[in-house]
């Protein structure tokens, strides 16, 4: 009949561990993606007791050959439902009804659910729990998640299929790593309207920026510069197919991301890369931002890259 405040306390405690993987509060999210941010302040994030969920089925792999992954990545404010459209349809062009989802947040926790397919080319989708970071906090995440991922299922190469704000942070990460055998690195990489030298209104204004005839932007941002001033230590085996969009409505931007700061990613890499090859989607419906990764033609064209439909 009384209070019983450690009973309650418990049953809380309990309840909160259980639910760690629902949406997290605004402030959670915007406080981890600030200690995220800044490398001064990321060995608060590591203090924490990390925790590792796993329901995974793992085939047995039949026959000797390396795994190759896909892993689709998705931006700021993104989810899992920004890639479960292009994940649904890569299982499909892939015959295969399985792929292996992972969710990851700030403090390094890992929930792992799904299937790590026995063919060359398992699916893993990545989702940040935080998912309200920049540019350094998706860096960060990163710096974490692939090399937890290969050294778990063991690969040491991987696809990347990203959209958004994971585009360039992809490129960033590899850049970082080129000397890291232990790190895994990048086979192909598929982009999917990339802001690469700044986002429309956030120091990127429409049709002020301009490319010059060999494709160099007549205005970079700091994390532009960051590339190209790095562009030697991306590796020449890597694959690169960049899709872009123009609404059509002169502002030639995707509504969020202009052609010209899309585009200027091809003379980082372009001199580098196996191969690279870039896409203009166009039209008021095909071409904006936060359709075009649910967009067919643009899941045909990746998938077709990446060498899962032919």
């Known amino acids: 009949m009384f209070f019983n405040s450690k009973k309650y306390t418990e049953e809380a405690e309990k309840n ?39 329901s995974v089925k793992i085939e047995e792999k ?4 390396e795994q190759v992954p896909i892993i689709y990545f998705h931006g700021f404010r993104g989810g899992d439902y920004t890639t479960q459209v292009m994940v649904d349809q890569a299982c499909k062009d892939k015959g295969k009804t399985g792929y292996l989802k992972v969710t ?59 959209h958004s704000l994971a585009c360039p942070c992809i490129i960033r990460t590899e850049m970082k790593n080129w000397r890291n055998k232990k790190f895994p690195h990048l086979k192909n990489a598929a982009f999917i309207a990339g802001p690469f030298d700044g986002v429309t209104y956030l ?19 700091p994390h532009y510069l960051y590339l190209l001033f790095r562009r030697k230590r991306f590796n020449s085996n890597i694959a690169v197919l960049n899709i872009y969009g123009n609404v059509l409505d002169n502002t ?46 643009v899941i045909d064209i990746v998938h077709r890259f990446i060498g899962i439909k032919k």
């Open 16 to 54: 909160r561990k259980h639910n760690i993987w629902q949406e997290p509060s605004m402030f959670n999210m915007i406080s981890l993606g600030l200690l995220a941010s800044f490398a001064p302040t990321r060995p608060l994030l590591r203090m924490h007791k990390k925790r590792i969920e796993d």
């Open 62 to 65: 039949k026959g000797d050959f």
């Open 104 to 162: 990851a947040d700030l403090l390094g926790n890992f929930k792992l659910s799904g299937t790590w397919t026995n063919d060359k080319q398992p699916i893993i989708q990545v989702a940040f729990r935080q998912r309200i970071v920049g540019i350094y906090g998706i860096d960060y995440y990163l710096s974490f998640v692939l090399p937890f991922l290969a050294k778990r299922y063991n690969f040491s190469k991987y696809t990347a299929v990203a």
């Open 203 to 221: 120091g990127d204004i429409p049709n002020v920026n301009v490319l010059n005839e060999k494709g160099r932007p007549s205005m970079m941002n």
């Open 252 to 297: 030639n931007t995707d509504k969020f991301i202009s052609v010209v700061s899309a585009k200027s990613i091809r003379y980082v890499l372009a001199p580098k890369a196996h191969l690279y090859q870039e896409v203009e989607v166009r039209g008021e419906q095909d071409a904006e931002h936060s359709w075009m990764h649910d967009n067919p033609f």
